[in-house]
């Protein structure tokens, strides 16, 4: 019966973890499974215990006051409802499913069964059918786990290594394929983190094994992949006269200062998607930026600081610094997973919006719920020889 409610308290995780980034309605599908997990699970909790099970720690406070905000936000500025249904899923799981301990075996089973299914997806359907989802945000998510899983390669016993070794050449090959300059540059931070964390550590064998497997994996893909070539001979002949409508870096710098030039006028809470009106006139003699392919600044807190005030921005960086305090309190230098996690989506937020994307963001909530529950003890996961 515990093992039966177990599987049951882990289907939203497992739905996040490999089919969010299959579909694009798959952020419908989670609040289903989780309010179907939620009753199965309380239902027989109930009938086993005589109480429903509810959780009111620090992580479930914080995500019902977001919640709480993001309704309003979706209230007053009309924004689409696929972030608030994952933010309100992920607020349910932390208040009424059981938190499963993570360990470093259940961290590599889910990245073993995440670099499986994204590499699946990506084979069988085959790179050119299935851009439609965004290929920033599946590169976001598969340059994750390929930091987790060298985060494995680094553990003992053998299992854990061979498990991270294997997950990291299979998510390889979804992530170039999916990959552009700013996802490539936070697994590349991400990896540079871990290999200096492990020589902290005094396990210079470690950071050799991470840094010879991730070249020799990651370079001749690189070097193969035509679309990520062109990105990268793009910045290498970078000419500041040159804007186009792919936002590319000459025009990103001119949407971080029309960005942060609008703010002062609604600081609080935000323009919203009543933006474009805005931007509209600072761009009318830039004829290069097409806005109406416009859909974020191409930075985590300057889009966030526009359309959801001061009050988003705080989110935001209250996702990010959390890891990192948490690292420096009780981690430091050992190793932290959740850290590199962070790394990824802060490198990845300096051109990209993955904490605004309901499917990154849930990912990155799903993890922050797994490693900061009360029933989860953090030393379960340094780095140990």
């Known amino acids: 019966m515990n093992n039966a409610l177990r599987s049951v308290a882990l289907l939203p995780v497992l739905f996040v973890f490999t089919a969010m980034f299959w579909y694009v309605d798959a952020t419908k599908d989670i609040i289903l499974i989780t309010l179907a997990s939620i009753a199965i699970y309380q239902i027989v909790y109930f009938r086993a215990h005589h109480q429903f099970h509810f959780h009111w720690d620090w992580i479930s406070k914080a995500l019902v006051i977001i919640s709480i905000y993001y309704i309003f936000s979706k209230e007053y500025h009309g924004f689409s409802s696929s972030t608030l249904r994952v933010v309100i899923s992920i607020t349910l799981c932390s208040l009424f499913l059981a938190r499963p301990k993570l360990s470093k075996s259940m961290l590599a089973g889910l990245v073993a069964l995440s670099a499986v299914s994204a590499c699946l997806y990506y084979v069988l359907l085959g790179s050119d059918n299935i851009w439609h989802l965004n290929r920033i945000n599946f590169a976001t998510y598969t340059a994750t786990i390929a930091v987790l899983s060298l985060y494995l390669v680094a553990q003992t016993p053998l299992y854990f290594k061979l498990t991270g070794i294997t997950s990291f050449i299979l998510v390889s090959f979804p992530f170039i394929g999916a990959s552009s300059r700013g996802p490539l540059l936070a697994l590349t931070v ?159 937020g300096l051109t990209d919006v993955p904490l605004s994307n309901a499917s990154t963001l849930s990912f990155y909530l799903c993890c922050l719920l797994l490693y900061y529950s009360n029933e989860c003890r953090d030393e379960n996961l340094r780095l140990k020889s």
């Open 190 to 348: 991400a990896i540079s983190v871990l290999i200096l964390q492990a020589l902290f550590e005094k396990k210079p064998k470690n950071a050799l094994i991470i840094f010879f497997l991730s070249i020799s994996v990651l370079t001749p893909q690189v070097l193969s992949n035509s679309f990520l070539s062109h990105k990268l001979n793009q910045v290498s002949e970078y000419n500041e006269n040159t804007s186009n409508k792919d936002y590319s870096i000459h025009s990103r710098l001119e949407l971080w200062k029309a960005g942060l030039s609008i703010i002062p006028s609604a600081p609080l809470l935000g323009h919203g998607y009543e933006d474009k009106p805005l931007l509209q006139e600072r761009f009318e003699k830039h004829g290069g930026l097409d806005l109406t392919v416009l859909y974020h600044y191409h930075n985590q807190v300057i889009s966030s600081w526009v359309r959801d005030g001061l009050i988003g921005v705080v989110i935001v960086i209250g996702f990010l610094i959390v890891p990192v305090v948490h690292y420096v309190r009780h981690f430091m230098p050992r190793t932290d997973a959740m850290l590199l996690v962070c790394c990824v989506y802060t490198v990845s």
